[in-house]
Structure formats: C-alpha cells, structure tokens
C-alpha cells in the first residue's frame, strides 16, 4: 500500500515563497517516481514535475522549471515542491502522486494540499 501525505499548503501573499511536502515510506521513496500536480478551481488537473528514484527530473514546461523545484530528501522520505514567486493564478490545489518507474501513469495520489494565493 501506498500512502502520501501532502503538507505545507495556505494562505500566503503574491510574491512569497513557499514549500510543499509529501512524505512517504521508505519503500515508496526507493522503488517510485514521485511527482506533483494541481487542480485550480474549474480546471483539470496538471502536471507540475516528478523526480524518479534516482533523481532524474522532469517538468511540465520550461518556465515552470523557473519557478518551481521539485526535490527529494532521503533523510525523511519526502518529496518537497518548492514554488518561487507566488502569483494569484497558482491558487489551487496541489497533490503528491507516486509511480512505479516502469509506468507512464501515476496510480498513487495524496489527498491535496490547498494553496491560495492573495494579491
């Protein structure tokens, strides 16, 4: 069984930074890709970036590498997100989701985290 725990979402101001964590077992951070998503009000959901076992990364676009960093800590099984430069259009909510590396499609979801960006 896979569980993921999203943490770190609120209210902050545009302009500020903020950090998004997904903790998970030792065996979900060693053997599965981790990644991250959100769904604003009235859209579907979207990828932001992933991280595989061994640390490959990808994101969505090139200008969300700019503002987005998706990282992983051993120490503590987790899978953060860090987000630069909050704007008012990233209010949403985010989700942690994880797969098995051989897969395309991420099968693991977290229960979201609200992040809500004031101007």
């Known amino acids: 069984q896979v569980h993921l725990a999203e943490s770190g979402g609120g209210l902050v101001q545009a302009g500020n930074s903020l950090r998004l964590s997904c903790a998970t077992s030792?065996?979900?951070?060693?053997?599965?890709?981790m990644g991250w998503f959100r769904q604003a009000p009235g859209k579907e959901r979207e990828f932001i970036a992933s991280?595989?076992?061994?640390?490959?990364?990808?994101y969505a676009t090139e200008s969300m590498k700019g503002r987005f960093t998706i990282s992983r800590d051993a120490s503590t099984y987790t899978c953060n997100l860090e987000i630069g430069n909050l704007k008012p259009e990233d209010t949403a909510v985010y989700y942690c989701a994880a797969r098995l590396s051989t897969l395309i499609k991420f099968n693991y979801w977290g229960q979201g985290t609200q992040v809500t960006v004031s101007s």
């Open positions: 030792a065996r979900t951070f060693n053997d599965y890709t």
């Open positions: 991280m595989s076992w061994n640390g490959l990364t990808t």
